[in-house]
């Protein structure tokens, strides 16, 4: 920061789109999606900003000279310009805005909050700014957890349109939610899919309902413990008006909603994959219920939808993400019946549970989005005998709890990724006798790899992995590629991860069948 000083600067009555934002000096950490609509909106509301981004792309410069053209101060490219706050036509800045996954203790924003900087995230500015004369005040219903969160947000979502209302799901999933709000036609709710990292910077939003869908070890690194994580997760039940819907067989998830401090009147709703109590929405007899909203829940439930209704194949999680979702659009007022309509229509897409083949009885499945063990866990749980593709990046979380509790049901694990270790050493504790094959293509042996570089290697190791699965398989077993860690070593994303298990699938079945 240099030797200038701060006065930090009150903003409390920024609260709505027409306050005065007018030479208000901003700096947006980051531009990618939500930096980027940040910054936009910040330009067209009169403030003065400084976009900074680390990486000098071809994108951000794109990106920078469309925000130049609409009127942002500067916008700064490259790692030299992040490790300090900027001055803004020569004062010091009054707000910065974090994209998530700008660590706190970064050092430019661990420089804002030492000198008293507002640090908010691109959801609180969109909370500020969600007011606007003549536009549609739309309801927030808003979606955390360490899994389910994309699943149970475009459940919602479907619901919401299966209801005939004008709804989309935004934040960390799709649409960034300032482009949400400032669409001209205005929603009637918005499914808000919130991330730990948005949490983080979240001080005022006040939504309809709010669900935490369950809490696991992940993202350590980036919040500096496992507790500031939980505490970060549990921010998005404060100021909850209606309903703060929890995992009633998560006892830290329900302690959260017993400590929030919502709004008068808001009730604690619960739901489950059992038998719901008074207050839940739960599962009957393969029935999805709701004995929550409705008078008489005492003595009565109101019946949403058959779980054979929702999909094929109906793994515990995903009953639970539907519970959720439903208890989201009940506590918004729809209707049993859209509810049923919503999610029989809704489709959750590739990479969760994705049936890939069948062929000699053999199930293959493509979980690619299982990127940490809670996630995997819910995969190998929905099966009884698992050839387990499994590895990657680890980010710094344990194995043995999960390798422990599915032991029984392995048949074999073929390892993939580059930081194996701790799996492979809790394989070795709790799984002794199943065997352990790979990976085929360390970090190390890239460049001989038969050529392969950068993410190449990782399609070589997947169809290695699949080709070794293959070869153990028998009748009744299944596939799975659940990895339970990231994609970040030898692919782009969780995505061409799952694409490269679907072609090697692909492309083993094409052999198989000559």
């Avoid at 935004?170 to 709710?189: C, H, K, M, S, W």
Wanted: hydrophobic residues 50%; negative net charge.
């Amino acid at each position: 920061m240099g030797r200038w000083t701060v006065t930090p600067v009150n903003l409390g009555h920024l609260v709505r789109w027409e306050s005065d934002w007018a030479g208000l000096r901003v700096v947006v950490a980051g531009l990618g999606l939500s930096g980027f609509s940040a910054a936009d909106t910040l330009i067209e509301l009169g403030a003065k900003v400084v976009v900074i981004d680390g990486a000098d792309t071809e994108v951000n410069r794109s990106r920078a000279e469309t925000l130049k053209i609409v009127g942002a101060t500067d916008v700064l490219l490259g790692a030299a310009h992040t490790d300090a706050l900027p001055l803004i036509d020569g004062e010091a800045p009054q707000l910065l805005i974090a994209s998530p996954g700008w660590n706190p203790r970064q050092p430019m924003l661990a420089a804002a909050a030492e000198a008293g900087i507002e640090i908010w995230g691109d959801v609180e500015l969109a909370w500020r700014v969600r007011e606007k004369e003549g536009r549609k005040l739309a309801e927030w219903v808003v979606i955390t957890g360490t899994n389910g969160k994309t699943t149970t947000v475009g459940m919602a979502e479907a619901i919401f349109k299966a209801a005939g209302l004008r709804a989309i799901a935004a934040g960390n999933v799709g649409t960034p939610i300032l482009d949400a709000i400032r669409d001209p036609e205005g929603f009637d709710v918005i499914a808000v899919e919130l991330s730990s990292f948005q949490l983080h910077f979240t001080h005022t939003i006040s939504p309809l309902a709010s669900v935490v869908l369950n809490i696991a070890e992940d993202h350590v690194d980036w919040h500096g413990g496992f507790e500031n994580y939980k505490a970060d997760k549990a921010k998005i039940y404060e100021r909850t008006r209606v309903a703060a819907i929890y995992n009633a067989e998560e006892s830290v998830v329900e302690a959260m909603v017993e400590n929030a401090d919502v709004i008068e009147g808001c009730r604690a709703i619960g739901f489950t994959t059992g038998v719901p109590s008074v207050s839940m929405v739960g599962v009957v007899e393969d029935l999805l219920v709701d004995r929550a909203f409705l008078e008489d829940r005492r003595n009565s439930a109101a019946e949403l939808i058959a779980l054979k209704d929702i999909g094929e194949v109906v793994p515990r999680h995903t009953a639970a993400n539907a519970a959720a979702a439903a208890a989201l659009a009940r506590a918004y007022g729809v209707e049993p019946a859209a509810v049923a309509r919503g999610l029989a229509g809704f489709d959750a897409g590739d990479h969760r549970i994705q049936a890939v083949a069948r062929r000699d009885d053999v199930l293959w499945i493509n979980d690619s989005k299982a990127t940490n063990p809670h996630a995997a866990n819910a995969s190998l749980g929905a099966f009884s005998s698992v050839i387990w593709i499994a590895g990657g990046l680890s980010k710094g979380v344990e194995y043995d709890e999960l390798v422990s509790a599915h032991a029984a049901r392995l048949k074999a694990v073929v390892l993939i990724g580059t930081d194996t270790a701790k799996l492979r050493e809790a394989l070795e504790r709790h799984a002794p006798l199943v065997p352990v094959i790979g990976p085929g293509v360390r970090e190390t042996e890239r460049d001989t790899a038969a050529g392969t570089t950068g993410s190449a290697a990782g399609w070589a190791v997947m169809a290695q992995a699949v080709k070794e699965a293959a070869g153990i398989a028998e009748p009744g077993d299944t596939v799975l590629m659940a990895p339970a860690a990231a994609s970040m070593d030898q692919f782009t994303s969780y995505a061409q991860r799952g694409n490269a298990f679907i072609d090697a699938v692909r492309a083993l079945m094409g052999e198989t069948s000559k």
